[in-house]
């Protein structure tokens, strides 16, 4: 899920970043130089993100069936620490109206976007690409 809202932010020639495992760990490799990612101290997922939740105003959390652990990991992080969450299953039909309202209302200026791994919810990233190129597309409602 990561990936698929750094590749639209990048897309979008939007400002990205965050946090990312020590040495770029991830189940696929190392995670490209292409994404300006901090690596945490730990190679555990878990410190990153927590510190991606801790680093954002708010968390959008993309779910395409049950709950993976990261994905309630970023939930309760959230909630710990009073940062908004907007759920989203990544095949229900995209209402920007609610969503851009959502982000006015918090002021979301970094968004953290969070979701199950490919290898839990195969075609994950592909359906939430879809979903956050057209949340995301056009100027936010709070840009100048």
């Known amino acids: 899920m990561d990936r698929a809202a750094l590749d639209v932010a990048l897309e979008l020639r939007w400002e990205c970043g965050g946090w990312c495992p020590a040495g770029r760990a991830a189940e696929d490799g190392p995670v490209p130089a292409r994404y300006l990612l901090r690596e945490t101290p730990s190679t555990d997922p878990a ?3 927590a510190w991606n939740v801790r680093d954002s105003d708010a968390t959008l959390l993309l779910t395409a069936g049950a709950a ?9 992080t959230a909630r710990e620490l009073g940062r908004p969450v907007y759920t989203w299953h990544v095949t229900s039909p995209a209402d920007v109206g609610s969503f851009r ?3 006015q209302v918090y002021r979301a200026g970094t968004l953290n976007v969070a979701g199950p791994r490919e290898s839990e919810s195969p075609g994950v990233y592909d359906a939430a690409r879809a979903l956050l190129r057209t949340l995301l597309a056009g100027p936010l409602p709070f840009d100048s």
């Open 68 to 76: 993976s652990p990261g994905t309630e990991l970023a939930r309760d």
């Open 47 to 49: 410190e990153r993100t």
């Open 101 to 103: 309202r959502w982000l």
